[in-house]
């Protein structure tokens, strides 16, 4: 019971601080997620991104740079054109860099098996490099999230290094990404409010540890997709 007081607590918390993302808000692609995850009794989203094409620019002098702290030439929740890629291109004055960051949520758990349901749900959905994270503090958090990234350098202090043609291939790849990253999402069916009740409902023994998933420092292996969960 105390368990739960106080993951209500964190909750209020979290859920009453002011929005500081880049979109203000909950932006496309996540509206039939966050929304009923931070619905339900047992769970809140922390931070989440539907997927996104990037173009940054940086400086070659400081590559450990956070991204927050170089201009956002481009951002694209959607397929992006070739003219949009072109035109933030040529506004670029140090090392501009084309990324595809494929969707992430975050979602706060009040316990390890409440987050292991979601976490074989989220497996399941082809998001298989999502894993948990439990604090010092006992805060169990699920990071759901996929591998079909792409980083590709294609200017170097303003001066573009590669063809055209190579961009209009780069974008070719972005953009598939961005559908196969759509597809993914909708995949997630049990997150969704119409069929999510069934991961609450269930039960687990909290005694019991699956051999597939190890713990240590506090961080827990997500299983191989060949692994029972």
């Not at 503090?137 to 759901?144: E, H, I, Q, R």
Request: hydrophobic fraction near 35%; charge should be positive.
């Amino acid at each position: 019971m105390a368990r739960s007081a106080e993951f209500q607590k964190w909750k209020r918390q979290s859920l009453g601080k002011a929005d500081l993302s880049w979109e203000g808000g909950v932006d496309t692609g996540r509206e039939e997620l966050v929304p009923p995850l931070s619905g339900r009794e047992r769970f809140f989203t922390t931070s989440s991104c539907a997927g996104r094409i990037l173009l940054l620019d940086g400086s070659s002098e400081a590559p450990e740079v956070q991204k927050q702290n170089r201009p956002w030439l481009l951002v694209s929740h959607g397929a992006c054109a070739r003219e949009e890629l072109l035109s933030a291109l040529r506004r670029a004055r140090g090392d501009a860099v084309l990324k595809f960051e494929p969707f992430v949520l975050h979602v706060r758990c009040c316990q390890l098996q409440d987050a292991r349901r979601l976490h074989a749900a989220a497996v399941e959905s082809g998001l298989r490099n999502s894993g948990i994270t439990v604090g010092k503090s006992g805060k169990t958090t699920l990071a759901v999230r996929s591998t079909h990234g792409l980083e590709v350098p294609l200017s170097h202090e303003g001066r573009l290094m590669v063809t055209e043609e190579y961009i209009d291939f780069l974008l070719k790849i972005a953009n598939q990404k961005m559908e196969e990253n759509k597809k993914r999402i909708e995949r997630c069916d049990c997150f969704k409010m119409g069929t999510f009740h069934h991961l609450e409902a269930s039960s687990l023994d909290t005694d019991i540890l699956v051999s597939s998933v190890m713990m240590s420092s506090g961080r827990i292996r997500p299983p191989s997709p060949h692994e029972p969960f």
